[in-house]
């Protein structure tokens, strides 16, 4: 065999390793066709009356759009002045065995009121999870809107 020959059957089985790789990346996160999206609104709070590192305060805040909904429970410390805000975000489908992407979008709360600092994050829903990574718990980092993506 010449040299040229090795060189080709060489560059085809590297090219076919590495189309295989691609693609097999590209299946195991497929998640690209855009479902729905919402916010979460506030919903309700409870005075809980308790003094630090006790929560004095619980809100809660919900949203959902087609066959996907989300809640999140926020719980307030308060130190001096200054509160922290701790959530708990819990993100499925209605009837729980799907498998979806979700875009969570966080608004930064600086200990006196919220700043116009934004985050995204993304979380896998599988199907052996109740929620969205099993729940999605933050620290003055409190979710504002949700986008779902399903293959």
């Known amino acids: 065999m010449s040299n040229k020959k090795k060189f080709l059957i060489i560059i085809l089985l590297l090219v076919a390793v590495v189309g295989f790789s691609l693609s097999a990346v590209s299946a195991s996160n497929g998640y690209s066709h855009y479902k729905d ?4 609104y506030k919903d309700s709070y409870t005075y809980m009356g308790n003094k630090y590192p006790y929560p004095y305060k619980k809100e809660r805040i919900s949203g959902g759009k087609g066959k996907y909904g989300g809640s999140a429970e926020i719980y307030l ?4 002045k200054k509160v922290t805000k701790k959530s708990y975000l ?15 979008k966080f608004r930064y709360w600086n200990g006196y009121k919220y700043i116009n600092k934004y985050k995204t994050k993304t979380y ?9 990574n099993g ?4 620290t003055n980092w409190i979710p504002v809107s949700v986008k779902i993506y399903t293959k």
Do not use: E, H, Q
């Open 37 to 40: 999206s919402f916010k979460l």
């Open 77 to 80: 410390y308060k130190k001096g």
């Open 90 to 104: 819990r993100i499925s489908d209605y009837y729980g065995n799907g498998n979806f992407k979700v875009s969570v």
């Open 124 to 132: 896998y829903k599988k199907t052996n999870l109740a929620y969205a």
């Open 135 to 138: 729940g999605i718990s933050s």
